[in-house]
Structures are given as C-alpha cells and as structure tokens.
C-alpha cells in the first residue's frame, strides 16, 4: 500500500511555470506505475501524465504535451510534474495517483488505485 501527499500548487500567471511534487509513502515505490490527474468543478478527472516505474516510459493527454513533463525520483519516493507555458484552461485540482504495476496500465482513473488529496494550481490570464 502506498500513501501520497502532492505539494507546490498556487497561484501563476498565463506562460508561467509551477512543480508539482507527490511524496509516497512506503518502500516498494519502485513497483508502481505514477500518474497525474487533474478535475474542475463539474467535470470528471482528466488524465494529464503518466509514468513507468523505472521513468522510461511516459505518455502525456495531448493537451499538455509540449508543455509539461512528468518524471520520478525513486530514491526519494517522489514524483513530479513539471508544468511549463501554463494556460487559464490548466486551472485545475491536480491529483497523483499510483497502481502497482511495473508498466502504465491506462489512463483513466480507475486504472488508479492510490490517490493524493489534490493540489490547487489556478492560471491567471
């Protein structure tokens, strides 16, 4: 079982940047495929990024290709998510998330089986 807490949301302005960082708990980190989700009011969780165990494999929603990138630090059981030229659309709840799964298993948030609490990021235009 892992358990994840997400840090580093705030307030920034349109083509500004912001790091997210989810710290997990537990010493199998290695063994679980991460994710960044994110949701506004409304509307359902929408995939943003995914990693492998190892950080060799990655994908990204189409939305956000470019421009954010998703990478981890085992050693220090924390993943990331590097938001680069964000957008008023990007304002959003951005959640980690975790599966124990060596590979990426999907993209949806039932693929998921850990969750952090949410950060806030909110874009000013």
């Known amino acids: 079982q892992v358990q994840l807490v997400e840090s580093g949301g705030g307030l920034v302005q349109a083509g500004g940047s912001l790091r997210l960082s989810c710290a997990a708990s537990g010493r199998t980190f290695s063994r679980y495929a991460m994710a960044w989700f994110r949701q506004t009011p409304g509307k359902e969780r929408e995939f943003v990024a995914a990693?492998?165990?190892?950080?060799?494999?990655?994908n990204y929603a189409e939305s956000v290709k470019g421009r954010f990138t998703i990478s981890r630090d085992n050693a220090k059981n924390t993943v990331y998510l590097q938001m680069n030229s964000l957008k008023p659309e990007d304002t959003a709840v951005y959640y980690c998330?975790?599966?124990?799964?060596?590979?990426?298993?999907?993209?949806?948030?039932?693929?998921?089986?850990?969750w952090g609490q949410g950060t806030q990021v909110t874009v000013s235009s």
């Open positions: 998330a975790a599966v124990h799964s060596i590979t990426i298993t999907g993209f949806r948030s039932h693929d998921y089986d850990y």
């Open positions: 990693v492998s165990w190892s950080g060799g494999t990655t």
